[in-house]
């Protein structure tokens, strides 16, 4: 049964700024674009996010730069951008001293998040871990009772009911003068009774909570105990249950709470009589799918923020090439690419061969490998040498020979891996295809993101990147490319996006893009093109871990 649980809310700003008085000394040359970060935020958090970034990359003080990652933390944890989060406010610990008290409350900040966003991913005994850290450095009573009532809601997950309601006890006892969080720490109670025990009567307690927050026009609490009665409601009395949950969704609709209107929705559906549930599922999948729409793009609109601001950093001015050097190097290429011209008619020759005497299956088999290793290795000679302003006539070199050997051999199994880790090779093939016009952006790409991947998968999806850059290449016109690898106790997500012209309605895939989609097939994964946007591309994959 999914549950509606109030937490206490607080503003970051808030938080953060009590934090930071405890630290006058240090915080007398905040940027302007802190301070610009703090005016965007909760108006307009994308930049806010993009200047909490620049002071974080231009600042020299620590607290200053852990209180630009907080802040950034909680923007991606409201976006859903939970591993994105966890990234920020990990940075943001890093920096850090937690035995000094005028750092402890920034500390405790994050830490909280990090629980909510575990929580988030239900993996409660890390929000709980989580939680108690930062309750140990909290030294603020409002910002106490915060972490205590995330800990109560992270223990009713676990369904540790005994534990959730001896802390919401602890909580009612300092909270008695204030009305509102009396009332929902009173409905918390009376859920968790009734989690426990079934049988248990929670009526008179959910209403006598209703009715402080009406009286005291509490639109978020009402909120919440609508949704609570009818859940208790939803067997003893469905005609109930329907009424609570008709008044949840409006109150969720006058607050623009899209989850509680999907949460809403859900009661609906189940409780509404059956020639209504159309409407009603209907408004549900189109929520559904504008709210997962824009925190993926949220997601993205993160990761580019970040690569520019390195990008930037690291960038640096092209030095100016004599002309004898730039007239080697344009004989160089020439050469280089006759000689490319001459070895790609040979390799298509012992194709046509090869395809003569091999059986159906061998021939897919062979035509895939053709155009992984020499197709798109050939793109990628054409590549350095169009783009690169200085190419080392050796290293082309050792790249024909390499490519001549690959093709030779393409009869035979996967040649032998090299001793370079497998992230680099990664690295190495993506930003291969990066030019001045077109930046790739490359994120999570970690050791630890393909240590569980088996070599057949690792090397389908090498290749299957290999082809989505050769697409890009092609046929998109991107300037910004951004891959990013999220990995979950289930498995590796990879997200491809572009900003790219897109595709056309009613597209349909070519051969590069269908031999990719049965790579990730043959391996048991899953290729999917999210809903077409006006410009872009948008792909994801997902390989299961066994």
């Known amino acids: 049964m999914k549950l509606l649980l109030i937490l206490p809310m607080i503003t970051a700003s808030l938080y953060l700024g009590s934090c930071m008085k405890t630290s006058k000394n240090k915080l007398t040359k905040v940027s302007e674009d802190y301070k610009k970060g703090e005016s965007y935020y909760g108006v307009n958090n994308d930049s806010a996010f993009y200047y909490f970034n620049k002071a974080a990359s231009g600042s020299g003080n620590n607290l200053v730069i852990s209180a630009a990652y907080t802040y950034m933390g909680m923007i991606q944890y409201n976006a859903g951008d939970y591993f994105g989060s966890q990234e920020s406010l990990l940075s943001a610990l890093k920096l850090l001293d937690e035995k000094k008290e005028t750092e402890q409350e920034l500390a405790s900040s994050s830490y909280n998040t990090l629980g909510n966003n575990s929580r988030s991913l239900k993996n409660y005994d890390d929000a709980l871990k989580y939680y108690q850290i ?8 409002a910002y106490h009772i915060i972490n205590l009532n995330n800990m109560a809601v992270s223990y009713q997950g676990k369904k540790q009911f005994d534990r959730a309601y001896t802390i919401y006890n602890t909580i009612l006892k300092e909270i ?5 969080e009396y009332a929902r720490i009173l409905s918390n109670i009376a859920l968790t009774k009734w989690q426990k025990n079934p049988t248990y009567n929670a009526a008179a307690e959910l209403l006598q909570a209703l009715k402080i927050r009406e009286s005291e026009n509490d639109r978020l609490g009402m909120n919440a105990s609508y949704s609570h009665l009818s859940d208790y409601y939803l067997t003893s009395h469905p005609d109930s249950a329907l009424l609570y949950a008709q008044k949840m969704y409006a109150v969720a609709q006058e607050l623009s709470s899209p989850d509680d209107q999907l949460l809403a929705l859900q009661k609906l559906i189940t409780l509404s009589p059956a020639h209504t549930i159309k409407k009603y599922f209907e408004r549900y999948q189109f929520l559904d799918d504008s709210l997962q729409t824009a925190r993926n793009n949220a997601k993205n609109q993160f990761a580019l923020i970040r690569y520019e601001a390195e990008k930037h950093k690291s960038q640096s001015l092209l030095l100016q090439k004599e002309n004898a050097e730039k007239k080697v190097r344009i004989v160089t290429q020439q050469v280089i690419l006759f000689g490319v011209v001459l070895l790609s008619i040979a390799v298509l020759f012992w194709y046509r061969k090869q395809k003569q005497q091999a059986l159906r299956e061998q021939q897919l088999k062979t035509s895939q490998k053709v155009h992984d290793v020499v197709a798109n290795g050939l793109y990628r000679i054409m590549t350095k040498m169009e783009h690169q302003p200085e190419i080392e006539k050796q290293q082309l070199l050792d790249d024909m020979e390499i490519l001549y050997e ?21 690295v190495e093939l993506l930003k291969s295809f990066s030019t001045e016009r077109t930046s790739i952006s490359i994120v999570g790409n970690t050791h630890d993101a393909w240590a569980h991947l088996n070599e057949k998968a690792r090397t389908e999806l090498k290749r299957a990147l290999q082809e989505l850059m050769v697409n890009m290449k092609k046929h998109s016109g991107a300037k910004n490319v951004v891959v990013r690898l999220d990995k979950s106790k289930n498995g590796l997500n990879i997200r491809y996006t572009d900003d790219g012209k897109g595709v056309p309605a009613g597209f349909r895939y070519g051969n590069g893009l269908r031999n990719t989609e049965n790579r990730i097939i043959s391996i048991g994964g899953q290729f999917t093109f999210n809903h077409p946007l006006a410009t872009g591309l948008n792909i994801q994959i997902f390989i299961p871990i066994s």
């Open 134 to 141: 930062a309750l140990k450095f909290t030294k603020d009573s």
């Open 176 to 180: 008695r003068n204030n009305k509102k």
């Open 406 to 426: 690959q093709s030779r051999d393409i009869s035979y199994e996967t040649m032998e891996e090299t001793k370079q880790s497998f992230n680099n090779k990664i």
